[in-house]
């Protein structure tokens, strides 16, 4: 089992960043993806980016904007977002498939206004 944990949402102007990182209870193989999700009201949780130390994957809406990064040391991921648009407005979610088993954090609220 493993509790993650998210922080660095919050309320910025269109154009600016964010930066969210999420920390693990415990440690993560390398090789087993972390990532962010997002998710609005109304509508399915979406993949925004996930990486392992070959391979980093993002969203089309968010590619050359956000940025995804690990260190396996600290247990952590965190997700670098520039150029902020107001639809990138959601609930951000930490993700690991363990297994059989799949964990999420508890969310963090990014908005983003024109």
């Known amino acids: 089992q493993v509790q993650l944990v998210e922080s660095g949402g919050g309320l910025v102007q269109a154009g600016g960043s964010l930066r969210l990182s999420c920390v693990a209870s415990?440690?993560?193989?390398?090789?087993?993806?972390m990532g962010w999700y997002r998710q609005t009201p109304g509508k399915e949780r979406e993949l925004v980016a996930s990486?392992?130390?070959?391979?980093?994957n993002y969203a089309d809406a968010v590619r050359g904007r956000f940025t995804i990064s690990r260190d396996n040391a600290k247990n952590t991921i965190t997700l670098q977002m520039n150029s902020l648009k107001p639809e990138d407005t959601a609930t951000y979610y930490c993700?690991?498939?363990?297994?059989?088993?799949?964990?999420w954090g508890q969310g963090t609220q990014v908005t983003v206004s024109p």
């Open positions: 993700h690991v498939r363990l297994g059989p088993n799949t964990y």
């Open positions: 415990r440690a993560i193989g390398s090789v087993i993806p």
């Open positions: 990486m392992t130390t070959r391979m980093r």
